[in-house]
């Protein structure tokens, strides 16, 4: 894998990232695809939507199918039909989050399946070998996600065990070979809560460890907005130039912007495909929540600029007709149209960077996002 950078505006940027499964440019968002798959969605759907890249979860694939069966598929892009690029996260998000069904020491993490309630344990060099397995494009490292809020001291003991594990599984990879014959880059995690001095502290050891890209995670767990931007500049202050930055589990379009402005590079969340199963459709003009009564005669798109299929054949009237009969096609519109939107909005930023216009176009795109706003549903 390799990152160019390209052109600057400000400090948003829009790189190229270079991988065997393809070409990525950034400003990127990564549709999630927790289980191999992401969700409503089949991987044609997602090719025209512009996805460049996608994300599997560790922690799930492990557990469900397990990996011998993705190893006999010939990885995991080869068992889910997936051609371009995947990251694969360590999982070790989805561990902690299981609170009394895991146990954590400084060899590694101890849970119980949240499936069939079976003993498991991650260590950082297994969860390497596992992502040898599924052949990802992108690895991450094993590293603890404090909870928020959190102690200093908490924080201070898992940005730690962070450090040590990631020097376990840099070995770990530097002792192993990809198992396709397609390489695979490794990212480290910038842990430290919302504290500044342990957020300094975690992105410079991480940057002497060499790693191929870096991500900021720990951050859209529940902190207040300001927060995680205070932080995410703090770490783009040390993080590498000509490296690929990824901002975990994040977010909204705002979200998404304001990172874009201060240089981040990839974004991943479940928030676009999560609330179209729910009716909640992101356009230029704002959130419409298609369940709301307004909508049951309105027989215009849901947005009348968005390109996607939904929008292109289907009303507002109909997609709400869908939701209120549980038909399983409002669920696919809605995440279809939602991802199309998320895709477009960091396309438009990058172009916006190559033109020198970000910070225009930035404040601009902010005031149309605002505009339409239909939560309550009636």
Same mark, same amino acid.
């Given at each position: 894998?390799?990152?160019?950078?390209?052109?600057?505006?400000?400090?948003?940027?829009?790189?190229?990232?270079?991988?065997?499964?393809?070409?990525?440019?950034?400003?990127?968002? @990564?549709?999630?695809?927790?289980?191999?798959?992401?969700?409503? @969605?089949?991987?044609?759907?997602? %090719? %025209?939507?512009?996805? =460049?890249?996608?994300?599997?979860?560790?922690?799930?694939?492990?557990?469900?199918?397990?990996? #011998?069966?993705?190893?006999?598929?010939?990885?995991?892009?080869?068992? @889910?039909?997936? +051609?371009?690029?995947?990251?694969?996260?360590?999982?070790?998000?989805? !561990?902690?989050?299981?609170?009394?069904?895991?146990?954590?020491?400084?060899?590694?993490?101890?849970?119980?399946?949240?499936?069939?309630?079976?003993?498991?344990?991650?260590?950082?060099?297994?969860?390497?070998?596992?992502?040898?397995?599924?052949?990802?494009?992108?690895?991450?490292?094993?590293?603890?996600?404090?909870?928020?809020?959190?102690? #200093?001291?908490? $924080?201070?003991?898992?940005? %730690?065990?962070?450090?040590?594990? $990631? /020097? =376990?599984?840099?070995?770990?990879?530097?002792?192993?070979?990809?198992?396709?014959?397609?390489?695979?880059?490794?990212?480290?995690? !910038? *842990?430290?809560?919302?504290?500044?001095?342990?957020?300094?502290?975690?992105?410079?050891?991480?940057?002497?460890?060499?790693?191929?890209?870096?991500?900021?995670?720990?951050?859209?767990?529940?902190?207040?907005?300001?927060?995680?931007?205070?932080?995410?500049?703090?770490?783009?202050?040390?993080?590498?130039? =000509? +490296?690929?930055?990824?901002?975990?589990?994040?977010?909204?379009? %705002?979200?998404?912007?304001?990172?874009?402005?201060?240089?981040?590079? @990839?974004?991943?969340? !479940?928030?676009?495909? =999560?609330?179209?199963?729910?009716?909640?459709?992101?356009?230029?003009?704002? +959130?419409?929540?298609?369940?709301?009564?307004?909508?049951?005669?309105?027989?215009? *798109?849901?947005?009348?600029?968005?390109?996607?299929?939904?929008?292109?054949?289907?009303?507002?009237?109909?997609?709400?007709?869908?939701?209120?009969?549980?038909?399983?096609?409002?669920?696919?519109?809605?995440?279809?149209?939602?991802?199309?939107?998320?895709?477009?909005?960091?396309?438009? $930023?990058?172009?916006?960077?190559?033109?020198?216009?970000?910070?225009?176009? +930035?404040?601009?795109?902010?005031?149309?996002? /605002?505009?339409?706003?239909?939560?309550?549903?009636?």
């Amino acid at each position: 894998m390799k990152f160019s950078l390209v052109h600057t505006s400000g400090r948003a940027r829009a790189g190229l990232l270079h991988t065997e499964h393809g070409d990525v440019p950034t400003p990127i968002f @990564m549709p999630v695809g927790t289980q191999g798959s992401v969700k409503a @969605m089949t991987p044609r759907d997602l %090719e %025209e939507v512009g996805a =460049r890249i996608i994300l599997g979860n560790t922690y799930h694939l492990y557990l469900r199918p397990g990996t #011998e069966i993705i190893r006999q598929a010939g990885g995991l892009h080869r068992f @889910m039909q997936w +051609k371009g690029p995947l990251l694969t996260d360590s999982g070790g998000y989805q !561990v902690f989050s299981l609170q009394d069904l895991r146990g954590v020491n400084d060899d590694g993490v101890e849970f119980k399946s949240h499936i069939d309630g079976s003993a498991h344990v991650f260590t950082p060099e297994h969860v390497i070998a596992v992502q040898r397995t599924f052949g990802s494009d992108i690895m991450m490292v094993l590293d603890e996600c404090p909870p928020f809020p959190c102690e #200093e001291d908490a $924080a201070g003991i898992a940005v %730690e065990r962070t450090h040590r594990w $990631a /020097v =376990r599984c840099r070995d770990a990879a530097e002792r192993s070979d990809p198992l396709y014959g397609k390489s695979q880059a490794l990212f480290g995690i !910038v *842990q430290g809560s919302t504290f500044e001095n342990l957020r300094v502290r975690s992105a410079e050891t991480l940057v002497k460890m060499e790693f191929d890209g870096y991500a900021i995670g720990g951050l859209s767990v529940g902190e207040p907005a300001a927060a995680m931007y205070a932080m995410t500049d703090v770490c783009m202050s040390i993080l590498p130039e =000509r +490296k690929p930055r990824y901002l975990m589990g994040v977010g909204t379009p %705002e979200n998404i912007l304001e990172a874009i402005q201060r240089g981040v590079d @990839m974004f991943d969340c !479940v928030l676009p495909t =999560r609330n179209g199963r729910n009716a909640l459709f992101f356009t230029r003009r704002g +959130k419409v929540n298609i369940r709301n009564a307004q909508y049951a005669t309105d027989f215009r *798109q849901v947005d009348e600029a968005c390109p996607c299929y939904a929008c292109r054949n289907f009303t507002r009237a109909y997609i709400r007709h869908l939701f209120k009969a549980g038909e399983i096609l409002g669920l696919h519109l809605a995440t279809l149209h939602n991802l199309t939107f998320y895709l477009w909005l960091v396309t438009q $930023a990058r172009e916006a960077i190559l033109a020198d216009r970000f910070e225009d176009w +930035k404040a601009a795109t902010l005031e149309l996002l /605002v505009l339409e706003s239909s939560p309550t549903e009636s």
